[in-house]
T-cell receptor, first 111, second 116 residues
Framework: ELKVEQNPLFLSMQEGKNYTIYCNYSTTSDRLYWYRQDPGKSLESLFVLLSNGAVKQEGRLMASLDTKARLSTLHITAAVHDLSATYFCAVVETSGSRLTFGEGTQLTVNP | EAGVTQFPSHSVIEKGQTVTLRCDPISGHDNLYWYRRVMGKEIKFLLHFVKESKQDESGMPNNRFLAERTGGTYSTLKVQPAELEDSGVYFC??????????????FGQGTRLTVV
């Protein structure tokens, strides 16, 4: 059974600081997603990572994937308050279509 | 283009009652998924429809849950009778089959179910 672990689960940081969220998964995967969720809203897709060594950046967020280590990271650079949300990583097993999610990281960026 | 819509956004019911959640996927999306997040835990897969057929229902917790997708359009998820542990946020997602692969899934805003 595919398992996905995220850490930390809670992250409180100051504006301007950098931090990394980690996502480990247990079996081979076709794709890895990072989602953002604001309270009461839908999950917004941030990144999809398909291959080993993939790196994608959007604004202050950068995601990377190491399929050999079964590890993805979401790096936050110079955090701003607007980044406060819950971030999920989710993995699709090889030849599958359903998503297996991590527990989510609740990020709070303090002024 | 409208996204995935779910109704209601919130529902509070008493233990033993019945609740029906509805999901309207993006038009043309054959794949429809139900997921659930219980008490701040991870979001867990419930089931997957391809058009009107259940492709995978291995995540359904027990026989109190019934999902349907008549005509391959919108889907309903009925909980009968509801128990306290059914409380959580129920998400629906849809994606399209391109002929070679499934596209990324798009999520609705979720239905927050509270059983008291």
């Amino acid at each position: 059974e595919l398992k996905v672990e995220q850490n930390p689960l809670f992250l409180s940081m100051q504006e301007g600081k950098n931090y990394t969220i980690y996502c480990n998964y247990s079996t081979t995967s076709d794709r890895l997603y990072w989602y953002r969720q604001d309270p009461g809203k839908s999950l917004e897709s941030l990144f999809v990572l398909l291959s080993n060594g993939a790196v994608k950046q959007e604004g202050r967020l950068m995601a990377s994937l190491d399929t050999k280590a079964r590890l993805s990271t979401l790096h936050i650079t110079a955090a701003v308050h607007d980044l406060s949300a819950t971030y999920f990583c989710a993995v699709v097993e090889t030849s599958g279509s359903r998503l297996t999610f991590g527990e989510g990281t609740q990020l709070t960026v303090n002024p | 283009e409208a996204g995935v819509t779910q109704f209601p956004s919130h529902s509070v019911i008493e233990k033993g009652q019945t609740v029906t959640l509805r999901c309207d996927p993006i038009s043309g999306h054959d794949n429809l998924y139900w997921y659930r997040r219980v008490m701040g835990k991870e979001i867990k897969f419930l089931l997957h429809f391809v058009k009107e057929s259940k492709q995978d229902e291995s995540g359904m917790p027990n026989n109190r849950f019934l999902a349907e997708r008549t005509g391959g359009t919108y889907s309903t998820l009925k909980v009968q009778p509801a128990e306290l542990e059914d409380s959580g946020v129920y998400f629906c997602a849809s994606s399209q089959w391109t002929g070679q692969a499934n596209t990324e899934a798009f999520f609705g805003q979720g239905t927050r179910l509270t059983v008291v």
